[in-house]
């Protein structure tokens, strides 16, 4: 019962590095999600896809792009990472026609120095 | 546009003690509700859900139920534990995608 796996779980980046940050799930979830939580800022959503092929901007997508690899695994890249970058990182999935909530992953603490 | 709104606290209890977690929302269409709990260090668990109007979810000792006529989806626990301490997050969603989540509400219970 692995849900959503998130790696790195830790990761410190200096200004202008790139990275991705991965995501899969094993659920055959069709929708996935990455959130940033920020103290203050509650979840906001920078990137979905609602199927497999499909991504869509969210709230705040600056900054980032993400890859839909495959149904499993929902990517997310920072190509020159700032310090407001700075955050922890939430992957989710669901299953719309199932009526039920998200399953999070457990986190990606990141630090842009 | 869809909203949640929600108590941010912090909320303090003394073990034992009755808790209330206020959630009100804003939503065009038929939204399910949801309850998430986030322990330290660890993504959102979900707690508990109501799919439509009166439903009343549980969980846990947890429970909320389903208010369209005051738009409301209040979290209660008769007796809350040290182990509930935690951020707890009110959410909906709208066709089952693109959830809307309420800022969070700390609560700390001491023993």
């Known amino acids: 019962n692995a849900g959503v796996t998130q790696t790195p779980k830790f990761q410190v980046l200096k200004t202008g590095q790139s990275m991705t940050l991965q995501c899969a799930q094993d659920m055959n979830h069709n929708s996935m999600y990455w959130y940033r939580q920020d103290p203050g800022m509650g979840l906001r959503l920078i990137y979905y896809?609602?199927?497999?092929?499909?991504?869509d901007k969210g709230e705040v997508p600056n900054g980032y792009n993400v890859s839909r690899l495959n149904k499993r695994e929902f990517s997310l890249r920072l190509e020159s990472a700032a310090p407001s970058q700075t955050s922890v990182y939430f992957c989710a999935s669901s299953e719309p026609r199932d009526g039920g909530g998200y399953t999070f992953g457990s986190g990606t603490r990141l630090t842009v120095v | 546009g869809n909203s949640v709104t929600q108590m941010e606290g912090p909320v303090t209890l003394s073990e034992e003690a009755f808790l209330t977690i206020n959630c009100t929302y804003t939503a065009t269409g038929y939204p399910s509700l949801f309850w998430y709990v986030q322990y330290p260090g660890e993504g959102l668990q979900l707690l508990l859900k109501?799919?439509?109007?009166?439903d009343k979810g549980s969980n846990k000792g947890f429970e909320a139920t389903y208010r369209k006529e005051t738009t409301s989806f209040h979290l209660e626990k008769g007796s809350v534990q040290v182990s509930d301490s935690a951020v707890y997050f009110c959410a909906l969603s709208v066709g089952g995608q693109n959830f809307v989540f309420g800022p969070g509400t700390r609560l700390s219970v001491l023993p």
């Open positions: 896809s609602a199927s497999e092929g499909t991504t």
């Open positions: 109501a799919t439509k109007a009166d």
